[in-house]
């Protein structure tokens, strides 16, 4: 290196008997490479740096897709689910709506009809004008379904009791209801004004007639509590039963007794047999019917 000139000198001396070569490099030439070298290597490191972020940020974005991917097709599982549940509650309420009119029970209210479906088909037009994320729609109309059937359940719950209790209620009524022949045998006398076979004059007759051979059996016409087994005057051995809702029924001119007063008995269960005691001309049954103490005819209530 020259001092008076500053400049640096590079001597390549050959192995050869070639002559040697001198390069005089000046001073700012090698501070102008050693700024260029060291900018270089900056940048390099800087780009190197920026290369490792973008790499891993692709990373991350290729991780957020398979998350976010994952939470569609978990928020689509959940959807249909959602769409099985709507189903099935819609179908509930139609098979609850079909036993209530078989039964002749008051309609229940149904959520999931044409007006709520109205609702979301309304939604999924506003939406489809500006459309939102995928993700976002299925998730507002799950959410809307969810409300719908946040509210139907506890409303379905008690519907549902509401429609326990009144079926058992009116099976309680059908059983307490005299509906069924007591006996079997031919009706030789119906209720109302008629003839009286012992004096011949016209007089009123609380009952229906039910003539067979001696000791047919009779049934109970409805479930219910025996009231009274006893002889009484003019209809000898007589079985009064209460059915309840103020219905009771009576059974006349027997031959034999079987169930005694307080005893509980079923519709169509054995109760005594067909005989003539007491007023009769002959072997019957004499059948009344009860309401609320007076008599009505037996007619009214027996299958046609």
């Known amino acids: 290196m020259s001092g008076k000139n500053n400049k640096f000198t590079v001597m390549i001396i050959p192995h050869s008997e070639k002559h040697t070569v001198r390069l005089n490099i000046p001073m700012y030439v090698l501070q102008i490479m050693a700024v260029i070298l060291i900018i270089s290597i900056i940048l390099f490191f800087l780009g190197l740096k920026s290369y490792i972020n973008l790499k891993k940020e692709n990373e991350m974005l290729i991780s957020?897709?398979?998350?976010?991917?994952?939470?569609?097709?978990?928020?689509?599982?959940?959807?249909?689910?959602?769409?099985?549940?709507?189903?099935?509650?819609?179908?509930?309420?139609?098979?609850?709506?079909?036993?209530?009119?078989?039964?002749?029970?008051?309609?229940?209210?149904?959520?999931?009809?044409?007006?709520?479906?109205?609702?979301?088909?309304?939604?999924?037009?506003?939406?489809?004008?500006?459309?939102?994320?995928?993700?976002?729609?299925?998730?507002?109309?799950?959410?809307?379904?969810l409300d719908l059937m946040e509210e139907a359940v506890p409303v379905r719950e008690e519907s549902a009791k509401e429609l326990i209790s009144q079926v058992e209620e009116k099976k309680k009524r059908l059983a307490a209801t005299p509906s069924i022949y007591p006996t079997i045998g031919r009706i030789t006398s119906h209720y109302g004004y008629r003839r009286d076979p012992f004096h011949g004059r016209i007089s009123f007759h609380d009952g229906i007639d039910f003539a067979n051979s001696y000791n047919t059996p009779v049934y109970s016409a409805a479930e219910g509590t025996v009231l009274s087994a006893q002889v009484r005057s003019g209809y000898g051995r007589q079985i009064k039963i209460y059915h309840g809702y103020g219905i009771s029924t009576s059974y006349s001119h027997l031959a034999r007794m079987i169930v005694s007063p307080g005893d509980k008995v079923k519709k169509g269960q054995l109760i005594g047999y067909m005989g003539s005691s007491g007023r009769s001309t002959g072997t019957h049954l004499h059948y009344m019917v009860y309401e609320n103490g007076s008599t009505v005819n037996p007619v009214k209530y027996l299958p046609r």
């Open 64 to 145: 957020s897709r398979l998350e976010l991917e994952a939470v569609k097709n978990k928020l689509n599982t959940v959807a249909y689910r959602v769409s099985d549940m709507e189903s099935s509650v819609s179908q509930l309420e139609f098979l609850e709506n079909q036993i209530r009119e078989q039964n002749g029970l008051e309609q229940s209210i149904t959520f999931f009809d044409d007006k709520n479906k109205r609702v979301v088909m309304a939604s999924r037009s506003a939406t489809a004008k500006n459309p939102p994320d995928t993700t976002t729609l299925i998730a507002d109309e799950t959410e809307k379904k």
